[in-house]
């Protein structure tokens, strides 16, 4: 079913997360350590330690913070808990977008930021070379790792988001519900309004259905083997014309049967003879 392998693409999606939030946390860490403890000398210059640290790896270690609170918290919560907020694929599209936006505002800075540190990362020339190339790992692995968190959580979105509009597409409420509640496949259909002919109106089908409905409600209404008789209205029978009683073909001469009144006891029986009117 596409829910259940997508439900194991969320936790596979979920867990790479966690593990490259990780590697950037660590790394941006020892950097950031790297530059405000120790010397690094450049053609006689101190270039390190610095009284404050550099932007972009305070923002990488931001982000990966951020993501190490919140995913693992949304996959206990999703096992723990039926319907929770967390486990909505409104609110997951929303927060692995926000996260997704904050890792491509991570990795671009981290790119944009280490220009100079990679041309150093060549030099030999200084007592400490190893902080330079220790440094010089630690940027280019936050870096690489940002840019893949992205690039994993923009496949992950537009999967759940391309699914999840064609099945509101077909009727199918799912932004409330967790993916792994969610039938993506479900088909909601009306008659004459067919999936194998691409949800376009056949009339043909829409008959067809009607006819089943009126002999289904016919069932209920009549004996089996029997059917209704229908009665046409006639304007010329109302017309001057008294209909006949029932039993009687129209046009013979009828009996005009009096009200019977009550009798008491012992008095006579009113007369039964039958009048005939006069042609």
């Known amino acids: 079913m596409v829910e259940q392998k997508l439900y194991i693409v969320r936790e596979s999606v979920m867990g790479t997360l966690i593990l490259f939030s990780i590697i950037v946390l660590g790394v941006n860490a020892h ?13 006689g210059f101190s270039f390190w330690p610095l009284q ?8 990488s270690l931001a982000v990966a913070v ?6 693992p918290a949304m996959v206990i919560i999703d096992r723990l808990r039926k319907r929770a907020f967390s486990s909505m694929i409104v609110f997951e599209l929303s927060w692995l977008g ?9 990795a671009s800075f981290t790119t ?3 220009g100079l540190l990679v041309e150093l990362c060549g030099l030999t020339g200084n007592g400490n070379v190893h902080v330079l190339q220790d440094s010089c790992s630690d940027v280019k692995t936050s870096e690489a790792f940002g840019h893949l968190s992205w690039i994993i959580l923009f496949g992950y979105l537009l999967t759940l988001l391309v699914l999840s509009i064609q099945a509101a ?5 799912v932004w409330y519900h967790a993916v792994r509640d969610t039938e993506f496949s479900a088909e909601f259909t009306l008659p004459g309004f067919g999936n194998e002919n691409g949800g376009q109106h056949d009339p043909e089908a829409a008959k067809e259905a009607d006819n089943t409905v009126a002999q289904q ?3 209920y209404a009549y004996p089996p083997g029997t059917q209704p008789t229908m009665q046409q209205y006639n304007p010329a029978q109302q017309q001057g014309q ?17 009200a019977q009144t009550p009798t008491q006891v012992g008095s006579p029986a009113p007369s039964q003879t039958p009048t005939y009117p006069q042609v």
Do not use: E
């Open 98 to 106: 926000v996260l997704f936006i904050l890792w491509i505002a991570a």
């Open 66 to 71: 951020l993501t190490l609170l919140t995913l």
């Open 169 to 173: 597409q077909k009727g199918v409420s």
């Open 52 to 59: 404050s640290s550099y932007s972009f790896p305070i923002l």
């Open 217 to 219: 409600n016919l069932g």
């Open 242 to 258: 008294t209909q006949a009683p029932y039993g009687q073909a129209p046009g013979q001469p009828y009996a005009l049967v009096p």
């Open 31 to 43: 950097f950031i350590f790297l530059t405000l403890n120790d010397v690094l000398l450049v053609d």
């Open 112 to 114: 944009n930021s280490v």
